[in-house]
């Protein structure tokens, strides 16, 4: 892994602003930069924490200003409000792409990653006295640092190999401002296994404090809710799941409502494969509030959580070879094993649904597709058995944001 020296990250966010000019100064120097091509950015030099503190990552604190001018003569034709707005979007895109470089587990700049509950942004009602519009936006970025001892710690799940598949609640949501509904919810992976809903019918929705509508706290974090009626999110064609091996870790928080009126699962997780090929559902089903079945086409190993009807949880499963393994806020409960059962390449051609499982029979009068019931915040899934070591590193990321347990 690369160690990444604050110029490195400089450089790259430089790059990512196509719209104007950029400078690495310090805010008091816009007015020096009055004759600049506007829009402006502008990065001021960020404080950051020592690796003492987290064992290896420097931590920087990172303060991006944008300008752009609002000239008299202008306000004849464009509104002020419609200016700053221009601004806003121009510097959310910049963001995004930031982000987009620095997440991809993929790329060369692994060893950079964003804290994004850290991100706080707001317009700026005046600037020095001068026709500027300003919008300002802080975060915190952690790096492998030069000044780093012993070996690199495993913060964030994007260090650890295998990545296929990675959504959360907080961050690549499309959704209606108005009825919170959602339309795409985008892998943070890096992989392209982004998943979407064009149907208003079938939208779930986006919920960022306490609801009586929606399930679940979870730190007060971001969560997508799935009501009663059938509501589900997908990608749009086969192929793309990325689940090959034969082996894989796929951790799943979610609050879930519990409904035992039938046997037939309710998934929250499905990855359905083309033809013949293996399934995986995890979500309830009859008596078992939190439950993973994975078919390899022909044969089943099917496991549940064992350790109670708790419907707030953070919910791992992990196939290798031919046993599945659960586990339950960090705790490992019975695995099961079925004899013969062999996933390998049995989902590499596959589509994920979230909040339903839309191939599944219809149940009820009038049928409806058996759905999940309840708020999905986090799930990451690996192409591989995850060792004891990075399960609990994936664990305690995800409990660390949302303390669960």
């Known amino acids: 892994m690369a160690i990444t020296r604050l110029t490195d990250i400089v450089d790259a966010m430089k790059s990512k602003w196509t719209y104007g000019d950029k400078d690495f100064a310090y805010e008091f120097e816009v007015n020096q930069h009055h004759n600049t091509q506007y829009p402006y950015l502008m990065i001021i030099p960020p404080d950051s924490q020592l690796p003492e503190v987290y064992n290896g990552w420097e931590s920087y604190n990172f303060e991006i200003d944008f300008f752009d001018l609002y000239q008299t003569k202008s306000q004849q034709t464009v509104k002020l409000e419609q200016k700053w707005d221009n601004l806003e979007d ?79 609640a907080d961050s690549y949501i499309n959704f209606s401002i108005p009825t919170k509904q959602v339309n795409y919810w985008g892998d943070k992976s890096g992989n392209g296994t982004n998943l979407y809903q064009d149907n208003s019918t079938y939208q779930p929705k986006r919920y960022t404090y306490p609801s009586s509508e929606s399930l679940g706290i979870f730190n007060n974090k971001t969560r997508i809710y799935f009501p009663i009626k059938p509501k589900y999110l997908s990608t749009n064609n086969y192929g793309l799941t990325g689940l090959s091996s034969g082996s894989f870790t796929i951790f799943v928080l979610y609050n879930a409502r519990y409904i035992n009126s039938d046997i037939v699962m309710r998934s929250a997780f499905t990855s359905e494969s083309n033809g013949t090929h293996g399934k995986i559902n995890i979500g309830s089903a009859g008596t078992d509030w939190h439950r993973a079945t994975v078919s390899d086409g022909t044969a089943t190993i099917s496991a549940n959580n064992g ?20 586990y339950i806020n960090g705790v490992k409960g019975t695995p099961v094993t079925t004899v013969g059962f062999d996933a390998t390449n049995k989902f590499s051609l596959g589509k994920i649904h979230l909040g339903a499982d839309p191939t599944a029979a219809a149940i009820g009068n009038p049928p409806e597709i058996p759905n999940f019931e309840g708020s999905l915040v986090e799930i990451i899934a690996y192409d591989s058995a995850l060792n004891d070591f990075d399960r609990g590193a994936v664990d305690k990321y995800i409990n660390d944001k949302y303390k669960i347990y």
């Open 90 to 168: 121009l510097s959310l895109e910049w963001l995004n792409n930031v982000m987009i470089k620095f997440n991809n587990p993929t790329g060369s700049n692994v060893g950079v990653y964003f804290l994004e509950e850290s991100i706080d942004i707001e317009r700026v009602k005046e600037v020095a006295n001068d026709r500027l519009i300003q919008i300002k936006m802080k975060f915190t970025m952690r790096g492998v640092t030069r000044c780093m001892f012993g070996s690199i710690p495993t913060h964030n799940p994007s260090q650890i190999p295998n990545l296929a598949m990675w959504y959360s």
């Open 307 to 326: 350790f109670g009807n708790s419907s707030q949880a953070l919910f791992c499963y992990k196939l290798k070879g031919d046993t599945l393994t659960p």
